[in-house]
């Protein structure tokens, strides 16, 4: 007979194994990320929209910072102060080499403890849609209770109607999970979030590797509007 600790151990493996996959993944990927995706206004544009609304010394989480390009090294450039996490090492490595005044640290967005810091804004760019969709709403929530009041988050997904959806990415196998703009806004808004801008960017890698895409921004101000 199955028990309830039967139940949580499998959920915790099969966690396990597609952590470990898509860390995998990006290990193989590396360096060709940034070369499939050399342009990334909008990327660059979510950044200054934070800048505008953050002073030298606020403390910013990137989740899932990748080699830390743009988006760590422009905060960290403007004086904020920035924590960024990913669960590639081989991703972290460059991170750590382009922006060394940055902190970087190997953690999975589900393992945060919420209590720990109080940032005063989030980035999470292309990083969810990493996560199966039952537990996109969770950590949306985690990053809700790691902010500071009316703090700032700010995430990009690309606009797709999927869930965990096996997929190769840059010649590496990952599973990816995508929403439309509309179910977007509304995980986003039930995780306790106000949503204050939304873009939609027509985006075409320089690869045939990774196909054209619609790439979703949304900044957002914790706290129900």
Known sequence: MSTESDSVSGETQARFEHRALQAGAFDRIGVRYDEAFPHK???????????????????????????GVPTAKRLADAGLLVTGIDISPVMLELARENVPEAKFLELDLLDL??????????????????????????????????????????????????????????????????????????????????VLEENAISYAPATMQAPPEIQLFVNCRKGAS
Request: proline share 6%; net charge negative.
């Open 113 to 194: 403890d919420p209590v720990q810091e109080g940032f005063d804004a989030v980035v999470a760019f292309f990083s969810l849609l990493m996560l199966p969709r039952r537990d996109i709403l969770p950590a949306l929530r985690r990053l809700n209770e790691m902010l500071v009041p009316g703090g700032l988050l700010s995430l990009s997904m690309v606009e797709i109607d999927l869930d965990d959806v096996p997929f190769q990415f840059l010649g590496a196998p990952v599973r990816v999970t995508g929403y439309l703009r509309d179910d977007l806004r509304a995980v986003v808004e039930e995780a306790g979030f106000t």
């Open 41 to 67: 206004e909008g990327q660059l544009a979510a950044g200054e929209w934070l800048l505008s609304r953050l002073g030298p010394g606020a403390r910013v989480l990137d989740v899932g910072c990748g080699t």
